[in-house]
Structures are given as structure tokens and as C-alpha cells.
């Protein structure tokens, strides 16, 4: 793993183009996955405002979906919400990961915070140095943030246009671009490669006996795998 | 629909605070190296549990193959060192073409 120290604040983070133009991939991705959110929230006869405002202060893709669907299927608000917090809780973890990347400023904490989310801190750890760590979670942060809400409030307005988005293999392309970010890092470290693989075993052990969300955090055992440094 | 209301503002508000705690703790408590080790190493943990549960598997059971197979192809990419958007749309491709074949 790299180290997290930080530099002192020198030049302003270079616009990498390479970084921009896999953000905007993402973006992309991430717009249509949330079109889709938004249409099939309104399809099962949310109003619009639901997913809208849903997606502005929840922020959190997977959490979203899963909410709307224990609505939809009567499974009841206090369900939808205890499951969504469920899965969120890796951002506990992800926030306390990232922290130095977001820095210190107060308006900086608090809005940085509500952008973190599974791609923003994937982008920000793949980077090589503290400054580009910076751009990379704030350039993918801002980004993902406005392309989700736009087309989450697109999708809700258009309704199912887009069809079945599994037609696409967009399943596939999210974990697809996980393996990209964190691969470098595995590649680097067998020990978080062992630690990442154990706990990647542990997750998909428990999938079928567990409620959806839970068996990634259990994942966290992996972490007994690493050695303590020298 | 008060209901809807209060089960989004407490997703809303909860998620928040569990995205708070790190940059809030941040500069406040002095993490030792190791700590810091560990927590960068529990996100990269995380990551791999998310991609790999989101490639086998939905609503608990089995994705069925075309998913996977579109990510290994992914991964595949990936460990050749190709460029990130051919990883992403070699990952989606393939399943898509998959799924066309009639794979579930």
C-alpha cells in the first residue's frame, strides 16, 4: 500500500487528461445506472420528488436502489431505511480511509463527506501522490455528484426509456471498474492482496444467508491476513 | 407519504454521519502509521468484497455467468495493463454480447 503521508501544498493538482477522461467514463456509466433509478422509481409510482431527493441528500447508489425497492414492494419505509443504512456503513470506513485526501477546511470536510462514496475513494487511493489523490477524489466527486442527480431527475421525467440496462452488461462494467482502480494496489502488495482476497471468500460466503449489504462488512476480517510491518 | 419522508431523511441523515466520522476525526486524532496502514488497507478490503459480490451475485442468490465473465474479461484487460476505459467497456461488452448469445 502507499503511503498516506501528506506533502506540504505545493503546485495546484495537474489536470491529468488521462483522470478526467476515466472520470467522465464513469460519469457516464454512473448517469445511466441513475436515469434508470430514476425511471423505475417512478414507473412503480413513486412521485418524482422521491427519487430526486432521495438521490440529492442520500447519495448513494446501491443504497438508493435497495430503499426504493422495499418501498415498492410495501416492504415499508422503517425496512427501506434500516436496509440502506446497512449497506452505507462501509462509508464509515471509506471516510476514515480518505480523510487526509479530502483535507482540513471546514467546507471542505463537510461537503467532501457527502462525496464519498465507492468510486470516489477507488479513484482517489489509485492515485500515486497526495496531490493527485486531492484532484482525483474532488474532480470524480463533483463530477459523479452532478451526473447522478441530473439523470436520476432525467430518468424520473422520462420514465423507462432506456429499457432493461442489463441489455448494456452495465452490471458488469461497475465492478469492472473497481477491478481497474484497485488493482494497482494488489498488484503492489501481496499482503493486502491476501487480506483483499480472504475477505473477498468471507463476502460471498455469507451472500445467501445473510440480508443484502451485510456481507461486505464481515469482509473486514480479511484484514487478520495482514502481517504486522516489520 | 410522511412516512416515505422520515425513512428518507433518516437514510439521508445516518449515511451522512457514517461519511462524517473520518473527516471529522481527521487532524483532531493522531492515527499512528500502522492505523493509517490499516485503514487504507481495510478500503482496498472493502472494494474487492463490493466487486466481488457485485459480479457473482443479486438479491442473494447467483448473477448468473454472463455477469462474471464480463468482469474476469475486464480483469483480464486490466491485468494486461490496458487502458481503463477499454477495461470498462471490454467488461460491459462482454456480457452484453453474452447475454445476446442467450447466456443468463
Known amino acids: 500500500m502507499r503511503s498516506l503521508i501528506r506533502t506540504p501544498s505545493g503546485a495546484p493538482p495537474a489536470l491529468d487528461p488521462r483522470l478526467l477522461r476515466d472520470v467522465g467514463l464513469v460519469c457516464l456509466a454512473g448517469g445511466i445506472v441513475g436515469s434508470s433509478f430514476g425511471a423505475i422509481a417512478v414507473a412503480g409510482g413513486l412521485p418524482v420528488w422521491v427519487p430526486v431527493v432521495m438521490s440529492l441528500i442520500v447519495y448513494a447508489g446501491s443504497a438508493q436502489f435497495s430503499a426504493v425497492g422495499i418501498l415498492l414492494a410495501g416492504g415499508g419505509p422503517f425496512a427501506a431505511a434500516a436496509t440502506g443504512l446497512l449497506l452505507n456503513t462501509r462509508t464509515a470506513a471509506f471516510g476514515l480511509a480518505v480523510a487526509d485526501v479530502i483535507g482540513r477546511g471546514r467546507l471542505a470536510r463537510f461537503v467532501g463527506a457527502h462525496l464519498v462514496t465507492d468510486e470516489t475513494v477507488a479513484f482517489a487511493l489509485a492515485q500515486r501522490d497526495p496531490t493527485r489523490r486531492r484532484a482525483a477524489f474532488w474532480i470524480s466527486g463533483l463530477g459523479l455528484y452532478a451526473s447522478w442527480n441530473l439523470c436520476v431527475l432525467g430518468g424520473a421525467l422520462a420514465g423507462g426509456a432506456l429499457g432493461n440496462t442489463a441489455r448494456y452488461g452495465l452490471d458488469a462494467a461497475f465492478p469492472a471498474v473497481l477491478v481497474a482502480l484497485v488493482l494497482p494496489a494488489l498488484r503492489e502488495n501481496t499482503d493486502v492482496r491476501r487480506a483483499a482476497l480472504a475477505g473477498a471468500a468471507v463476502a460471498l460466503a455469507l451472500t445467501p444467508f445473510v440480508p443484502v449489504g451485510v456481507p461486505v462488512l464481515p469482509a473486514l476480517t480479511g484484514l487478520l491476513a495482514l502481517r504486522r510491518p516489520a | ?104
Open chain 2, 1 to 104: 407519504m410522511s412516512a416515505t419522508v422520515a425513512a428518507i431523511l433518516a437514510l439521508a441523515v445516518g449515511t451522512y454521519a457514517f461519511r462524517l466520522v473520518g473527516p471529522l476525526l481527521h487532524g483532531r486524532v493522531e492515527l499512528s502509521a500502522r492505523v493509517r496502514h490499516l485503514l487504507s488497507s481495510a478500503a482496498v478490503v472493502l472494494l474487492v468484497a463490493l466487486l466481488a459480490t457485485g459480479a457473482f451475485t443479486e438479491a442473494r442468490g447467483f448473477a448468473g455467468w454472463a455477469r462474471p465473465l464480463g468482469v474476469l474479461a475486464g480483469g483480464v484487460l486490466a491485468w494486461r495493463r490496458a487502458p481503463f476505459v477499454v477495461v470498462v467497456l471490454g467488461a460491459g461488452a462482454t456480457t452484453a454480447a453474452l447475454r445476446a448469445a442467450g447466456l443468463g
